[in-house]
């Protein structure tokens, strides 16, 4: 259960509660009902409150949010954790992992792994809240939110950089890609870029060159899946690895793309959290041959 509680401010006294679980802390309609819903899940002053009932300057408005236990397969792969406290962590995802489970992948997703972790901390398994998703070969930073609230305020909220070795020599510094992105064929994985697809946009910046590969980082404006693998082989540039959009697999056997920054607000406190996830092995050894440079 997560507890959370709030001294009420000259600024919201004569406020309705609900207003403020809403409007000021930013908490979705959907939980402010559940709220409503427990004998303890709103408090004021220690005693049980109505959404619309009002606040006085001193007040002490608590929530008490309660999680259903989640029945999960747990994966014994270790995953290393970048962040953790009461509400998020982020993961620093391996290759050859999905973030869940889908045909074929039923004990070996990172949602599998956050099961083993509650566990392992003596708590309730939940249900897996990732806010964003990677590619099961891409590596790097997820943020998982660990209850209801985080997970809403989270949402949208969390920028990210990518690294990405791409094939070639790109003679420009830095770009933007604005070339938008349809499914190749329905129910099919594969993506093209297309006049007809969705709106897709990459700004990028050149990190290093080496013999025959570019090391760029990768900003995306839009969430489109494969965004920076399609983009990158529509301009004759696959990243390295990337046999499923033309890349060779001489330097390494999976694409070479890594969430290498990850930056959000924090839902409960607002603190600006941001968080740099190192490289994995395969990738760094990848860019030493390519003469893109020595990564420890």
Sequence with gaps: MRHLEFRITAPFAGKKIEWFLRGDQGISHRVVIQLKKLPEGILLNGRHARTIDRLAEGDLLEINLPEEPRPMYVSQRAVEIAYEDDDLLVYNKPADMPCHMSGGHYNDTLANVYAAHCLEKGETVTTFRPINRLDKDTTGGVVVA???????????????????LVEGR?????????????????????????????????????LARGEGHTLVECILHTGRTHQ????????????????????????????????????????????????????????KLALEKAGCGRFE
């Design 228 to 283: 920076i693998r399609v983009h990158f082989s529509y301009l004759g540039h696959p990243l390295a690895g990337d046999t499923f959009y033309g890349g060779s697999a001489a330097l390494l056997e999976r694409q070479a793309l890594h969430c290498g920054w990850v930056s959000f607000p924090h839902p409960v406190t607002g603190e600006a959290i941001q968080l740099s996830l190192d490289m994995h092995n395969d990738m």
């Design 146 to 164: 660990k209850n209801q609230i985080a997970a809403g305020k989270l949402w949208k909220q969390v920028q990210k950089r990518y690294l990405a």
């Design 170 to 206: 790109l003679e420009q510094e830095e770009g933007v890609i604005d070339l938008p992105i349809l499914r190749e064929v329905p129910y099919e994985m594969r993506r093209v870029v297309d006049p007809d697809g969705q709106e897709a946009i990459t700004q990028y910046r050149v």
